[in-house]
């Protein structure tokens, strides 16, 4: 399995899961126009698409390369060959 530049079909299952969960993420956060969000100590903090764009926006990108884009990175590239 080594040899061959393809990961174990679980790991893609995987990685098809963290897509989709990461999709229904920002599917919810674009619908709504705003991310909810646990603070540290306590708490939840509402990040408001309106009121704070900046950190919005950064936060959906961050979340789309995260749970989306570095899956698809992997899947494309294959697994490190030693």
Do not use: C
Not at 49 to 62: D, H, K, N, S, T
């Amino acid at each position: 399995m080594a040899a061959d530049n393809r990961y174990h079909p679980i790991i893609k299952v995987l990685f098809g899961v963290q897509m989709l969960v990461g999709g229904g993420f920002l599917a919810f956060w674009l619908w709504n126009g705003s991310a909810t969000l646990p603070k540290h100590g306590g708490g939840l903090f509402t990040l408001d698409r309106e009121e704070q764009p900046y950190m919005y926006w950064f936060l959906i990108i961050a979340i789309a390369w995260a749970m989306i884009g570095m899956p698809i990175r992997y899947l494309l590239k294959g697994p490190p060959q030693y």
